[in-house]
């Protein structure tokens, strides 16, 4: 089944500046990618996704790369900012999001 | 739009009663419902995928008959954890699928609730 791998566990950055999170996953086939932030105590919240048609993606400060030959993707997020502070889920899907394997987590701390 | 909403939010019980948790999609219809586990600081674990009218599908190792799973309706799913024990504490979550193409069957989060069994 699939497998997916996320680095780094914890990240610490200062405030402005960038973070990026990569996970790498173990079937060719998964074709959706999502991307969540999840607060203390809270679900989590989608904040960026990617289908396996499209290279990169970006929405505002959130930006996601894919690259299927390697079979790995990363979040990048730019500025970033105290209450970017989360821990980060990624997932891989083989059927369009029916069922998700998730990352291990990145805990991100955004240092003022 | 899209929001999923999950009740009680925390629970604390004792070791061998039932608990119901409920979660429901206030404004779309889910096609299938999801439900996760998830331990303090470690990733979400899928228990079971539900869709209305049929009964669930559990991961392996999971109990059907220690978590009952009931999606009776395109906007309520309800898990019961059966006679709970402490190592049945843990953090429950679902999220929501609408199951529409366009949206690539997006999965929505409920906010989670916490189970404490005493």
């Known amino acids: 089944g699939e497998n997916v791998e996320q680095h780094p566990s914890t990240l610490s950055v200062q405030e402005g500046d960038s973070a990026v999170i990569k996970c790498t996953y173990s079937?060719?086939?998964?074709?959706?990618f999502p991307w969540y932030k999840q607060e203390l105590g809270k679900g989590p919240q989608l904040i960026i996704d990617?289908?396996?048609?499209?290279g990169e993606k970006k929405d505002q400060r959130i930006a996601v790369t894919l690259n299927k030959t390697a079979k790995h993707f990363s979040l990048h997020i730019t500025e970033t900012q105290p209450e970017d502070s989360a821990v980060y889920f990624c997932?891989?899907?083989?059927?369009?999001?029916?069922?998700?394997?998730f990352g291990p987590g990145t805990r991100l701390s955004v240092l003022p | 739009g899209a929001v999923v909403s999950q009740h009680p939010s925390w629970v604390i019980c004792k070791s061998g009663t039932s608990v119901k948790i409920e979660c429901r999609s206030l404004?779309?219809?889910?096609?299938?419902m999801f439900w996760y586990r998830q331990f303090p600081k470690q990733s979400l674990m899928l228990m079971a995928t539900?869709?209305?009218?049929?009964?669930?599908?559990?991961e392996q190792g999971v109990e059907k008959d220690k978590f009952l799973i009931n999606h009776a309706s395109l906007t309520l799913s309800t898990l019961t954890v059966t006679s709970a024990h402490p190592e049945d504490s843990s953090f429950y979550i679902c999220?929501?699928?609408?199951?529409?193409?366009?949206?690539?069957?997006?999965?929505?989060f409920g906010p989670g609730t916490r189970l404490t069994v005493l």
């Open positions: 997932a891989a899907s083989i059927n369009y999001g029916q069922n998700f394997v």
């Open positions: 079937d060719s086939a998964s074709n959706y």
């Open positions: 999220s929501a699928s609408s199951g529409l193409a366009e949206n690539y069957n997006e999965q929505f």
């Open positions: 990617i289908r396996s048609n499209v």
């Open positions: 539900s869709n209305e009218g049929s009964k669930a599908t559990y």
């Open positions: 404004d779309f219809q889910a096609t299938t």
